[in-house]
């Protein structure tokens, strides 16, 4: 048997081992190391000599091992994703664009995807403002971060809910994360990045009041805008200058940075970028006490205010309208920017409220999500004292390794046992894969079976339904038949009868009566006759359900007080009797709608919702003749008709 030292693959494999379970204890993981070595010196005991060696090796992959594996093209798609919602929100401010490139990517299930997902919604729910739910999803972006140890999104995350914080005011809060930021986006090589941290953490400060930190950080982000040769950078650089001199109640050199950053930022057409540009020309105008350009400046900020739908911004510019329309002596135009700002005060109470709702009903989900951020770093500071002192202990067990020899057989003892539970669990695994098996092919058999059978239901009711129909029309057909050659014979006869008397030879009261029978014939007839010919329409047998439908409209038009339109979408195809019952429901709306509507104007027309004909009936009175007719079907009898030739039906008035 030919015995060789432990191969490469073999440490590797062992290693894969500790690193799948890193939570393993201390003597598990030398336990395996050591039962490796054993199965390797069984017969041959001068290998025992390499043991040392072998023990090193392993020490230095546990050490000098990397975190979880990314795949780098995955990792490249992910990052591009990311980058062009971040394009799309601060550079074209289109909100719903980059939920829909969100909502469209196709997100796997591991750590990597998770980090990238939440850092999305992150994003997205920060430039909606909703920072509670923004920082909800940062939070939880943060735990898949230190898991794939990615510098660059513990950055954007650290760096997101700084922005967050800055919004609602908590400027400490917000300082303290750009300072967690900074840590890591110095850690790779992105200084456009470095350089946007520095200008936001300047905004920090200035509004903290603390406007010599805020210079200091935004010369920072100067030079290295200067140096990547950003314009937008610098010109950002410009306006937030142009704020500190504001703030300095220097509006003269106020007002050169503004047009410094003018130049460059008000060629892009943003509207809030241009919005918060106007806003500073009026503050600056207005320290130089010049109302009238002032004035004109903050007309074209709240133009670009509305556009983006920023309240708290339009708030700002309606104080100062009221302002400079109150200094111009414009009390008219004044009294209307005071309308719009109490306006507005009203809505951004309404925000404050909702958003103290929403802290009220996610402070609490808020609060765990932090204590679980707590919990994994503490977590992963255990670990990472585990790896020390796995070194440690790995190093102390190579100088007692030759005495603890005689422990390898219990170690085999105690394999062959588990090896023997392992082919027992595999043996009543095997069964039960079988015991499936057997179970799944029962339940498709058993629901083959109950699909035959509603396939045959569904055959035996649509023939019951047309069956009904067919004896309906049949029965018709009769009764038309018996009252047009039975009782119309009998009125004929009658009538044949009258007409024999000699009515001039009548007088008085027996002529009277005599005219009243007759009268009374003549209607009886007139009845019977309309009854057969309702019964059982010639038009509708001797033409299609269209060209009858237009007979008929072209018959009720001939009377000018109402005008009727019935219309046919020709796609569809009927059966004779399905026809036949259309046909009468529609003649009974038509007759409902004479004798009850009080309208002008009535359309009957069959049309095509879905997959499904439906028959809608409109008019322009003020009430339903299929609910108002005392004599005619109702509503719910011509909804029954026409179901029962698959047809819905549908009122519009």
């Known amino acids: 048997m030919n015995h060789t030292l432990p191969g490469q693959s073999d440490l590797v494999s062992l290693f894969l081992v500790v690193r799948n379970d890193f939570s393993t204890p201390l003597a598990k993981i030398y336990s395996i190391c050591e039962l490796y070595l054993y199965q390797r010196t069984l017969n041959r005991p001068d290998c025992v000599t390499m043991m040392p060696f072998v023990n090193g090796i392993f020490i230095l992959l546990v050490i000098l091992a990397p975190g979880e594996s990314v795949d780098k093209r995955e990792m490249q798609a992910l990052l591009a994703m990311y980058r062009k919602v971040l394009h799309i929100l601060s550079e074209e401010n289109n909100i719903p664009r980059a939920e829909e490139l969100h909502n469209s990517f196709a997100y796997e299930e591991d750590n990597l995807n998770l980090l990238v997902k939440n850092c999305v919604k992150a994003q997205i729910e920060s430039f909606k403002s909703n ?7 940062s939070y939880e972006a943060l735990k898949y971060a230190e898991k794939v140890r990615s510098n660059y999104f513990l950055f954007e995350i650290y760096h997101n809910l700084a922005i967050n914080f800055r919004q609602q005011n908590k400027i400490d809060k917000a300082i303290e994360n750009y300072k967690k930021a900074a840590v890591y986006i110095q850690k790779v090589n992105r200084p456009q990045d470095l350089a946007l941290l520095y200008n936001n953490l300047g905004l920090a400060f200035f509004y903290n009041h603390d406007l010599d930190s805020a210079e200091t950080y935004f010369n920072k982000s100067y030079r290295l805008y200067s140096d990547l040769g950003v314009k937008t950078g610098v010109a950002y650089f410009h306006g937030n200058m142009a704020e500190i001199f504001l703030a300095r109640n220097l509006p003269d050199q106020a007002l050169q940075e503004l047009n410094k950053c003018n130049e460059v930022l008000y060629a892009y057409n943003n509207a809030g970028i241009n919005a918060q540009i106007d806003l500073n020309y009026a503050k600056v105008y207005i320290h130089k006490e010049d109302w009238e350009m002032a004035h004109t400046y ?3 900020s709240l133009r670009h205010a509305l556009k983006i739908e920023n309240k708290k911004l339009q708030h700002e510019i309606q104080s100062l309208l009221t302002s400079a329309n109150l200094a111009l002596n414009d009390t008219e135009s004044a009294f209307q920017s005071q309308s719009e700002l ?24 808020f609060e765990q999500q932090v204590a679980a951020n707590q919990l994994q770093e503490l977590k992963l500071q255990i670990e990472r004292k585990k790896n020390i002192f796995l070194f440690i202990g790995v190093s102390l067990l190579l100088l007692f390794i030759s005495g603890l020899f005689y422990l390898y057989r219990k170690i085999i003892h105690k394999n062959t046992l588990i090896t023997r539970q392992k082919e027992e669990i595999q043996d009543i695994n095997t069964r039960l894969e079988v015991l499936n098996s057997d179970l799944e092919t029962k339940v498709q058999e058993r629901t083959y079976a109950l699909n035959s ?69 003549e209607n009886g007839y007139s009845e019977v ?12 047998l001797e033409n299609s359900l269209i060209d009858a439908c237009k007979k008929l409209e072209e018959t009720l038009n001939l009377n000018e007080k109402i005008d009727f339109q019935i219309q046919i979408d020709p796609v569809f195809r009927f059966p004779k009797n399905s026809e036949y019952e259309i046909y009468l429901v529609i003649m009974e709306l038509c007759t409902n709608a004479i004798k009850h509507s009080d309208g002008n104007r009535i359309k009957i027309h069959l049309e095509k919702k879905g997959r499904r004909p439906v028959l809608y009936y409109e008019d322009n009175g003020s009430s339903f003749p299929a609910t108002t007719s005392t004599k005619g079907m109702g509503l719910q009898n011509i ?13 519009q008035a």
């Open 639 to 651: 909804s029954k008709r026409l179901k029962t030739v698959g047809v819905a039906f549908s009122i």
């Open 131 to 137: 920072y509670f739910n923004s920082n909800f999803y």
């Open 342 to 365: 109490l306006k507005l005060e009203r809505l951004l109470n309404e925000q404050d409220l909702e958003l103290k709702l929403q802290s009220a009903k996610y402070g609490y989900e």
């Open 453 to 521: 059978a509603n396939i045959q239901l569904s055959q035996l009711n649509d023939e019951l339904a047309d069956s009904i129909l067919k004896g309906k029309t049949i029965e018709r057909t009769r009764l038309a038949s018996v009252l047009h050659d039975n009782l119309g014979g009998i009125f004929t006869a009658l009538r044949w009868n009258f007409m024999a008397l000699d009515f001039e030879r009548i007088e008085g009261r027996n002529k009277e009566i005599l005219l009243k029978v007759k009268g009374g014939i």
């Open 529 to 540: 006759r309309n009854i057969s010919h309702d019964l059982l329409p010639n038009v509708i």
């Open 298 to 300: 903050l007309l074209k």
